[in-house]
């Protein structure tokens, strides 16, 4: 099993920037589809963005598509999530999330193999 631990986080202003990391230990990220979730206060969880293991593919939420890359240096075992242009509505944890195997585009968080403990981004207006 992985261990995921984000860090990033914190309160920026409308129209700025945020790069979110991930760091893994336990199994090798290599073998995971990774992905990042945010959850704001009294909503569900929800996919914001995934990329493949080997870093060839990614998928976005429409909310976020435009404003936010995934990326992930597998050496390094850490997975990062750049996000530009944020909205107050970006205000939400975030978490970062491994799925065991190969898989393409958006998921339900139910399917996830492991989390963070998640890293609050306050967005102010």
């Known amino acids: 099993q992985v261990q995921l631990v984000e860090s990033g986080g914190g309160l920026v202003q409308a129209g700025g920037s945020l790069r979110l990391s991930c760091a893994a230990s336990?199994?090798?990220?290599?073998?995971?589809?990774m992905g990042w979730f945010r959850q704001a206060p009294g909503k569900e969880r929800e996919f914001v963005a995934a990329i493949m293991r080997s870093g060839g593919i990614t998928s976005y939420a429409d909310s976020v598509k435009g404003r936010a890359t995934i990326s992930r240096d597998n050496a390094k075992n850490t997975v990062y999530l750049q996000m530009n242009s944020l909205e107050p509505e970006d205000t939400a944890v975030y978490y970062c999330?491994?799925?065991?195997?190969?898989?393409?585009?958006?998921?339900?968080?139910?399917?996830?193999?492991?989390w963070g403990q998640g890293t609050q981004v306050t967005v102010s207006s």
């Open positions: 999330t491994a799925r065991d195997g190969v898989y393409v585009g958006s998921w339900r968080a139910s399917a996830s193999d492991a």
């Open positions: 336990g199994r090798p990220l290599s073998t995971y589809t």
